[in-house]
C-alpha cells in the first residue's frame, strides 16, 4: 500500500473513508487495517480505490464515540473499533446501526475465546484506565536499556561491545542494518551492527564473540545501486565519492567481497533483504535466532505471560 | 501482562497455550494478542492464569500448517491466525474443528468489512509471496530517514539540526526522550531530544525552531526516583555521582526546575509519562501534533493508501 500522510491536502475528499477508534493508544487498529490492506494493494496502487484512515484514540466516554460515529455517517465510513468496556462496545455497535455504518469489533472475537479458553471472564477496563497502576517491570526496563544499547552500537561504534549483543547484524552500506537494529531493539533485543566496507578489515571481536548470533544481510546488487543513488542525491555527495559509492561495478564488487567474508564465515545466516519490509527481514532473523536458542522440533517464538 | 521470555526453561509446563499462526510475519497476531491479554492482567499478575504463546511465522504451506493445529490439539491450545489464501483459512478452520482446537481468524473479519466497503476482493496473496514486488516508495526512504536522523540527535546531540526535526522532546533524564524518539521514528517522524539538566543552560536554537513541534515531558518524583536508582545501578555510579542523580532532593529540584522552564514556554504542551507505556506517551503527542497540524474539528490522524 502507499501511504501518504494526508496534511498535505490534495485529494482529501476521493476515495474511500475507514474510522478506526480505540480507548487505548489505537495502535492495534492502525496496524491490523494497514496489514488487512495490503490485501488489496491491486486496487490501492492504481488509485481505482484510494482509502482514507483516520484514527481516534484514547476516546473512553459514549459522548465523543458517539460524535465520531456520526461524523463516519455523515462520510459513509467504515468503523473498526477496539474497546474494552462492553458497555462502549455495546454502544458503538449500536450507534452504527441505528446510523446505518457498518462497523467491526477487531478485538472483541480474540478476547472472546482468550476467555474462554481460560475460564477467566475480560476486565473490561481500558488499558491507560484511572487506577490501573502499571510497569516498572523487567521487561519494561529490558527494553529501554535495549534501545540505548542498540543506538550507541550503530555502524561499527565500540567493537569492543559486540559480546553485550544479544544479535550482530553484518553487510554493506544500505543493506538495512540500523532500521532492522532499531526495530529489534524496540522487542527488547541488544543489537550492533557491523559494515563491510571494501578495504576496510573487520574488527576482530567479530570472530571472537559467540557466532551463532552474527546475521549476514544480503541484497541484489541492482536494488542497492537504485537504493544507493537516493542515499547519495540526499546526502549531497557528489564527484569521486558519489561514484565509488553507487557505481555499478562499485556496488556489484562490494558485495562480492561481502559474499566472500560470508563463505569464510558460513555459521552466519545470509538473509537476502530485496524486496523486504524492515518487519519482513526481522521475522526471518527472528526465526532463526530462537530456533537456535531453543533447539525444538517446531521452529517458533514462545512467551510467557 | 508481566512478560518474560520462555527460553530460559523452568516452568515451561503450566498455564494456557495459545498458539499463533500466520504467512506473513505474525506481528499482527503477536501485537493483537498482547493487547487482548492486556484485558487479563487480573489474573495473569499473580499466575492464576499464566499463558504461554508460541508464534508461528511464514506459514505458506498446508503441510506445516496441519502440522502445527496437530501439535496445537496434543497441547490443548488455543490457535490464533491470519492466513490470506482463503483456502490456507479454510483449511485452519477445518483441522481445528477435526481436532477439537478452539480457533479464531484474526484479520478475517475487518478483511471482509473493507472488501465489502470498498466493494474489492481481497487478493488471497500473503504478503512476501513470490512475485508480490515491493517498495523503495517515498514511505520506505522517509521511514529510514527518520530513524538515522533520530538516532544522530539523541540526548541533545548536534543541536544546530534542531529545525530540522519534527518533533522535538524535552525533559530531564530518565522521562523516556529516547525510546519515545525511536518509537516515533519507527513511524516516520524526525525527532529530536533534548535534555534538561540543572545549572546547564537549555541550547539557543530550541528556542528559535517552531515552538508547536517542541513537547515537554514530565513524571512523578518518586517514580522518577525509583528508575533512577535502576539506572545508577546499571550503569555501575557510586558515591557522589550516584547521590545527585537518584536522590529524593535532587530529582524534585530538578523537576522543579524543568517545570519553570515548561512555564516559560507555555506552547509547549506538557505530558506527564508517569505509568505510561511507551506507546501509550507516543499516541498522547501524536494525538496533539496531528491536531495543531490539521487544525480540525476533531482530534484524529489521517493517511491516505
Ligand atoms: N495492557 C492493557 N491492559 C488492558 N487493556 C489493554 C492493554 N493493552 C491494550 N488494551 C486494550 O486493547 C485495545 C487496543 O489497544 P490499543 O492498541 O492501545 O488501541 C484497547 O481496547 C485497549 O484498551
Ligand atoms: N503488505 C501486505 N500485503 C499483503 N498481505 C499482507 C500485507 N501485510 C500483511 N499482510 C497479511 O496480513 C496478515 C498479517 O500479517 P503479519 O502481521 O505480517 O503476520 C498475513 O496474512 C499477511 O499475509
Ligand atoms: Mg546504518
Ligand atoms: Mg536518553
Redesign the pocket.
Given at each position: 500500500a502507499v501511504q501518504l500522510g494526508v496534511d498535505g491536502g490534495e485529494d482529501e475528499e476521493e476515495g474511500k473513508v475507514i474510522y478506526m477508534v480505540?480507548?487505548?493508544?489505537?495502535?492495534?487498529?492502525?496496524?491490523s487495517v494497514n496489514a488487512a490492506l495490503g490485501q488489496f494493494d491491486h486496487c490501492l496502487v492504481d488509485r481505482r480505490c484510494a482509502v482514507n484512515t483516520h484514527l481516534f484514540?484514547g476516546i473512553d466516554d459514549v459522548e465523543r464515540l458517539i460524535e465520531i460515529i456520526k461524523q463516519a455517517a455523515k462520510e459513509g465510513g467504515l468503523l473498526l473499533?477496539?474497546?474494552?468496556?462492553p458497555s462502549m462496545a455495546e454502544a458503538a455497535k449500536q450507534a452504527c446501526h441505528l446510523w446505518g455504518v457498518p462497523s467491526t469489533d477487531?478485538?472483541g472475537p480474540i478476547?472472546e475465546a482468550i476467555a474462554t479458553h481460560l475460564g477467566v471472564s475480560p476486565?473490561g477496563?481500558?488499558?491507560?484506565?484511572p487506577g490501573?497502576k502499571?510497569f516498572l517491570t523487567k521487561e519494561y526496563f529490558k527494553r529501554i536499556e535495549a534501545i540505548e544499547f542498540t543506538i550507541k552500537q550503530d555502524d561499527g561504534a565500540s567493537p569492543q561491545n559486540l559480546n553485550k549483543a544479544d544479535v550482530v547484524l553484518v553487510g554493506v552500506s544500505r543493506t538495512g542494518k540500523t532500521p532492522l537494529s532499531i526495530y529489534f531493539a524496540q522487542k527488547g533485543y541488544k543489537v550492533a551492527n557491523v559494515p563491510i566496507v571494501m578495504g576496510v578489515e573487520l574488527p576482530k571481536t567479530l570472530f571472537q564473540i559467540e557466532q551463532e548470533k552474527i546475521f549476514a544481510l544480503t541484497i541484489n546488487p541492482v536494488v542497492l545501486q537504485a537504493i544507493r543513488k537516493a542515499r547519495a542525491k540526499t546526502l549531497g555527495f557528489h564527484g569521486e565519492q558519489r561514484s565509488n559509492y553507487s557505481e555499478k561495478d562499485h556496488v556489484r564488487e562490494e558485495l562480492a567481497f561481502a559474499s566472500r567474508i560470508f563463505a569464510l564465515n558460513p555459521v552466519w545466516p545470509v538473509i537476502e533483504v530485496t524486496g523486504k519490509a524492515i518487519e519482513e527481514t526481522a521475522a526471518v532473523v527472528l526465526r532463526i535466532h530462537h530456533d537456535r536458542k531453543q533447539k525444538c522440533s517446531m521452529p517458533r517464538i514462545s512467551r510467557r505471560y
Open positions: 480505540s480507548d487505548g493508544t489505537g495502535w492495534t487498529a492502525e496496524n484514540s473499533y477496539t474497546l474494552a468496556d477487531i478485538l478476547t476486565s477496563i481500558p488499558r491507560g484506565a490501573r502499571v
